[in-house]
């Protein structure tokens, strides 16, 4: 099970002309604002990443809205930890358990989660809140994942798996998100 002190949110490359061809992608921003939100709510901290952001856009406004005051790490490289910024960023969090959503599943996505699964992280992808232009993509990655030793999850459940259950103080806020999450 997954703890608020323990776990991250890494949210990767949800950046304007790329999102925009997603499969889904109205899904996808969706249940990526009610992941931000929640961990926000729960002071869980998050990252997010763009990927060469001078050619492919900058963070949607949906989801960079909710992140004011944060600086996306740019990046070059597909895996997250191909960046030094990243790695610093991700060692100072000092968590173990991180939460993955963001695009494109099958590059930048499945290659970060194979380096957070070899240095001994515990990862949940959110199958619900990560997306390929095609969807055999996704699901060739989402499998693939799942067998290096990742869990795939979905928006619901992880934001209920934090809270545990109704007695959670910020229960009514996270409900709400829960409800707004896209079937």
């Known amino acids: 099970m997954y703890e608020i002190t323990k776990c991250a949110l890494l949210?990767?490359?949800?950046?304007?002309?790329?999102?925009?061809?997603?499969?889904?992608?109205?899904?996808?921003?969706?249940?990526?604002?009610?992941?931000?939100r929640a961990a926000q709510i729960l002071k869980v901290p998050i990252i997010h990443t763009e990927q060469?952001?001078?050619k492919i856009g900058r963070t949607i406004p949906a989801i960079d809205g909710l992140l004011k005051g944060q600086d996306p790490v740019r990046?070059?490289?597909?895996?997250?930890?191909?960046?030094?910024e990243f790695a610093q960023k991700w060692a100072a969090l000092d968590r173990s358990q991180v939460i993955v959503a963001g695009i494109e599943t099958h590059v930048c996505v499945y290659q970060t989660v194979a380096d957070l699964l070899s240095r001994k992280f515990e990862v949940q992808i959110v199958a619900d809140a990560v997306s390929?232009?095609?969807p055999d993509n996704k699901a060739v990655a989402l499998d693939l994942?799942?067998?290096?030793?990742?869990?795939?999850?979905?928006?619901?459940?992880?934001i209920c798996e934090l809270i545990r259950g109704a007695d959670h103080e910020d229960f009514k806020d996270i409900i709400a998100l829960v409800k707004s999450c896209k079937k």
């Open 145 to 158: 994942v799942k067998s290096l030793g990742a869990v795939v999850t979905t928006t619901e459940m992880i």
């Open 132 to 134: 390929s232009r095609s």
């Open 11 to 36: 949210v990767i490359d949800v950046q304007g002309k790329l999102a925009a061809v997603m499969a889904e992608s109205g899904r996808l921003t969706g249940n990526i604002q009610a992941l931000v």
């Open 52 to 54: 060469v952001p001078e």
């Open 75 to 84: 990046k070059s490289s597909f895996s997250c930890f191909g960046s030094k």
